[in-house]
Nanobody
Framework: QLQLVESGGGLVQPGGSLRLSCAAS????????IGWFRQAPGKEREGVSC????????YYADSVKGRFTVSRDNAKNTVYLQMNGLKPEDTALYYC?????????????????WGQGTQVTVSS
């Protein structure tokens, strides 16, 4: 059974950092593109970043470019999202999702497997 589990969320002050983890089980992560998405209350799900299954190609939404970094450790079957310079507008429920593809695009409907999400709250 394919499963994704996010962790690492929490409450942080503006300007702070968090590292989210997305641990996969039941499948080999290196065959899948992994995307990070977020959803704030009352808003649509928004693509944040993705990392391609091969070659390490990454993509970032303009809103997080230069602040967030996505990486993967295939040996640990885990993908990470390092978030620096956090802002109150980054507050949301963050999800990771997987698709067996070499594409790296932030279109939620393309992703076939989703985690349950981890809450990130940026507030003073």
């Amino acid at each position: 059974q394919l499963q994704l589990v996010e962790s690492g969320g929490g409450l942080v002050q503006p300007g702070g950092s968090l590292r989210l983890s997305c641990a996969a089980s039941g499948f080999t992560l290196d065959l899948y593109t992994i995307g990070w998405f977020r959803q704030a209350p009352g808003k649509e799900r928004e693509g944040v970043s993705c990392i391609r299954s091969t070659g390490g190609l990454t993509y970032y939404a303009d809103s997080v470019k230069g602040r967030f970094t996505v990486s993967r450790d295939n040996a640990k079957n885990t993908v990470y999202l390092q978030m620096n310079g956090l802002k109150p507008e980054d507050t949301a429920l963050y999800y990771c999702a997987a698709v067996r593809s070499w594409l790296c695009v932030l279109v939620p409907s393309l992703y076939t497997n989703w985690g349950q999400g981890t809450q990130v709250t940026v507030s003073s």
